[in-house]
């Protein structure tokens, strides 16, 4: 039986972090031979000896200020056929509006980072009062696709956009063309690791309703069907772990994880409990993305502990790799890394936190890709509390993993 092998299980030291951690952590990872670049949500740092050593990628001042200044949400990619780094960077609201940030460099200077600001007021001059905020993405065979929703000054949600920019125009560094598609039907759109030549993104639709759209590399056209899930509920979400602390006070039930592999789209959120899931869970749907039928419900769930805030990636062989945290009833939140092998999830907890977190605040993502250059594992980002329960206790872990026996 095919077990999870963890290859490297780092936690990372304060000249990772520079201390400028919290458990709204929020970290995603990329490598490249044996240079890999994390970050969390005010912090990132990087390694050029596979983990040996890390210094400090301050995002507040590594680049030049914009809007009202760096914020916090971040992703690192790397992207293997172009040599590319691709480092977002969300900064604060200035005068009603903010920026994102899409800075690349070449995989042999990760530190000749060239970059281009995106605002609402660029898509409509109209958009004075709207801001990006919560981010993903993922890369195609030719382009890098981007989601953010927008809010108002009174914080209230007003659409979600999806960006596509080509990857050889980055790899040039010539002037950056792009496309763009809004909806105000859907928000927090979660894109599919591992995507070819389309890319797939999903939302919930009300109920059981899930909303898959579609963006062909080569259209911009934006099409979507919907797929009925079996009944799962969006709260509550609940879990205290060793002295009745608790650490889900901030989740949702939006989607956070997501794949493609071949015909099949996969997504994975938190359910809050229901027969025969006494505790908070992960959700999963994969569908058919041609015939459009739910094709299965690969669930994640244990009779005494929540599984929440998952993310996924295929590898190079489909197999789909997963990173996520399990915390309540004996145990504090801890990180867990895995992947589905014969119809059943194989999980290896890559740590586990010493406290529960303050307000029980813990979250919002992580991520996990395709190592490279190794492209039948994975690497992941998770992080734990190590020796106290504030920010300055959070230990972010990089994970590379595979499948071993």
């Not at 240079?35 to 912090?43: A, D, K």
């Not at 058919?288 to 690969?298: G, K, M, S």
């Not at 977190?357 to 980002?381: F, I, M, Q």
Request: charged share 15%.
């Amino acid at each position: 039986m095919a077990q999870v092998r963890l290859i490297k299980n780092i936690g990372l030291d304060d000249n990772a972090t520079g201390i400028q951690t919290g458990t709204i952590h929020e970290p995603t990872v990329a490598t490249s031979h044996d240079n890999i670049f994390i970050t969390g949500n005010w912090f990132a740092g990087r390694s050029t000896d596979n983990g040996a050593g890390w210094t400090l990628v301050d995002p507040f001042t590594t680049l030049p200020s914009a809007a009202g200044g760096f914020c916090c949400d971040q992703i690192v990619l790397y992207e293997p056929s172009r040599d590319l780094w691709i480092w977002i960077l969300q900064y604060s609201a200035k005068a009603g509006s903010n920026v994102f940030r899409v800075a690349y460099a070449p995989g042999d200077d990760p530190t000749a980072w060239k970059w281009q600001d995106f605002s609402p007021r660029d898509l409509d001059h109209s958009w004075t009062d709207m801001w990006f905020d919560y981010p993903d993405a993922a890369l195609s065979s030719n382009h890098l696709y981007i989601t953010f929703n927008a809010f108002n000054a009174a914080g209230n949600w007003q659409r979600a956009f999806a960006f596509k920019l080509p990857l050889d125009a980055l790899k040039a560094a010539t002037e950056l063309t792009y496309q763009w598609w809004t909806t105000t039907q859907n928000g927090s759109l979660r894109l599919t690791q591992g995507a070819v030549g389309s890319m797939f993104f999903a939302s919930h639709n009300g109920g059981r309703t899930l909303r898959v759209h579609g963006w062909p590399d080569a259209s911009n056209t934006v099409g979507s069907f919907d797929v009925q899930v079996s009944p799962w509920t969006p709260d509550p979400f609940s879990a205290p772990g060793p002295g009745g602390v608790e650490w889900l006070t901030r989740t949702d039930s939006r989607i956070t994880g997501g794949w493609v592999s071949g015909t099949r789209a996969g997504f994975l959120w938190t359910a809050g409990p229901r027969s025969g899931r006494p505790m908070p869970y992960v959700k999963g749907a994969v569908v058919d993305v041609t015939t459009q039928a739910l094709v299965e419900e690969p669930d994640i769930w244990s009779q005494e502990s929540a599984y929440a805030q998952p993310a996924a990636c295929p590898n190079a062989q489909g197999i789909v790799g997963v990173t996520l945290f399990l915390g309540g009833g004996p145990r504090h939140p801890s990180h867990v890394v895995g992947f589905r092998d014969g119809g059943e999830w194989r999980l290896a907890v890559t740590g586990t936190s010493t406290h529960g977190p303050l307000g029980g605040k813990w979250g919002d993502y992580l991520t996990c890709h395709r190592h490279d250059p190794n492209s039948s594992e994975w690497v992941a980002s998770g992080y734990t509390l190590q020796g106290g329960f504030d920010r300055r206790n959070v230990e972010p872990r990089y994970v590379h993993f595979g499948i071993g026996s």
